[in-house]
């Protein structure tokens, strides 16, 4: 059987977060935050699945959060993970666009990244 690869992965290099992914630690505190929520999705998009199998960070380390704060962490299903982190991207883009321009990121307010707007 052949490991599923993460679209995330580029060059056949391993991203920072599917180092993270594959410690111990990781995968004991994902079994924990699924169990803690019910293995239910918290996010509850559009195109949810209700059943999480992911593991979220709710203010992404970027923005300050952290990974090993229980309260940063919420189950989520594979869909609304691929919107929020697709949301996140998109900010982070905009912001370092206006940083190359020389002009001021735009605010954005965590709830809008979090949510949408």
Do not use: F
Request: hydrophobic letters at 30%.
């Amino acid at each position: 059987m052949t490991a599923r690869r993460s679209g995330w992965q580029r060059q056949g290099k391993p991203t920072a977060s599917s180092q993270v992914a594959r410690t111990y630690q990781w995968k004991r505190t994902r079994r924990r935050i699924l169990r803690r929520d019910d293995g239910e999705c918290q996010i509850r998009g559009p195109r949810c699945l209700v059943d999480a199998t992911e593991v979220d960070k709710i203010i992404p380390i970027s923005l300050g959060g952290s990974d090993t704060d229980d309260e940063n962490l919420r189950a989520v299903c594979t869909p609304c993970h691929r919107s929020k982190t697709a949301r996140e991207a998109a900010a982070a883009g905009a912001a370092a666009r206006a940083r190359r321009s020389g002009k001021r990121p735009p605010r954005v307010h965590p709830s809008d990244v979090l949510l949408g707007p």
